[in-house]
């Protein structure tokens, strides 16, 4: 049976320059990567590194980073809604996204109230268009658009057929939605980020532990098959485990072997009959 292919997000190498991030992910087999839209910081972390759209020579080499590897670019995350109306200004982001081959732009949702977010979104999600890109929302505890029912709304509400769900196994599962996954409608399904957890809620520090303490699948208490039971074979899955405290002697690229065959484990598991 041929392999599942597994992607890679930036977050679970949260700094790492971008020709090592590109390379580890290549050792470590995986099919796809994606970047930051901004080198902003997240929570009290450090400030990432420059991603390759605020630098075009950085641009040029990932490109062709990409190229000898074999990899694609299935996502770019991290562009925040913040009520500032700001979609104008992200014509230079989708450029660069076009250079190289993006094929798909998260959009987070944190603005002050539901009609900016919903204004701010259809902007975005026009813009993608124009670009022959894929817009996806991804719901986030605490943030204007913060559960899976939330994100079907503003997907409803933004009525544009390239606006799709990034379904995040450690939001849907804490926030109690993962059982909804399996009654969407598959095709509004776009991206899928896997980890794995402790089944606890949303508690105190939830965003933190996002950030720095996610699981390598199939190490935790997160529902895994059920979610992507329901999620159609062509989406892409990729991990997204940051993990700052892992294992004593584990390196970046034993960290992303492990996170890969645990995701590929928990596909072929739910793809069984």
């Not at 996002?210 to 074979?233: F, H, K, M, N, S």
Request: with cysteine; charged share 20%; net charge negative.
């Amino acid at each position: 049976m041929t392999a599942c292919p597994i992607g890679i997000d930036y977050l679970t190498l949260y700094g790492a320059a971008m020709p090592d991030y590109i390379d580890i992910a290549a050792r470590a087999g995986c099919a796809s990567v994606t970047f930051f839209a901004s080198s902003a910081k997240m929570g009290s972390l450090p400030a990432a590194p420059p991603t390759p759209f605020e630098d075009a020579a950085l641009r040029r080499d990932v490109a062709a980073a990409l190229r000898d590897h074999g990899m694609t670019v299935e996502l770019i995350d991290g562009l925040r809604i913040d009520g500032a109306g700001a979609a104008a200004a992200c014509r230079p982001l989708f450029d660069g996204l076009a250079e190289l081959g993006a094929r798909r732009i998260n959009l987070i949702a944190n603005a002050p109230g539901w009609a900016e977010t919903v204004d701010e979104a259809a902007a975005l999600v026009a813009l993608a268009r124009e670009y022959a890109v894929t817009a996806t929302i991804e719901a986030v505890p605490t943030f204007t658009v913060g559960t899976l029912p939330q994100a079907l709304d503003l997907i409803a509400q933004v009525g544009q057929d390239n606006f799709k769900l990034v379904i995040d196994t450690m939001h849907v599962s804490r926030t109690g939605y993962a059982p909804m996954v399996a009654r969407i409608d598959p095709a509004l399904i776009g991206y899928v980020q896997i980890n794995d957890g402790p089944m606890r809620g949303v508690t105190d520090g939830y965003l933190r532990e996002a950030i720095v303490d996610r699981w390598v699948p199939g190490e935790g208490d997160y529902p895994l098959t059920e979610i992507l039971r329901a999620v159609p074979p062509e989406v892409v899955v990729s991990i997204e485990v940051p993990m700052l405290d892992r294992p004593e002697g584990r390196s970046d690229l034993d960290h992303v072997r492990a996170c890969v065959a645990g995701a590929r484990r928990a596909v072929e598991a739910a793809r069984r009959p």
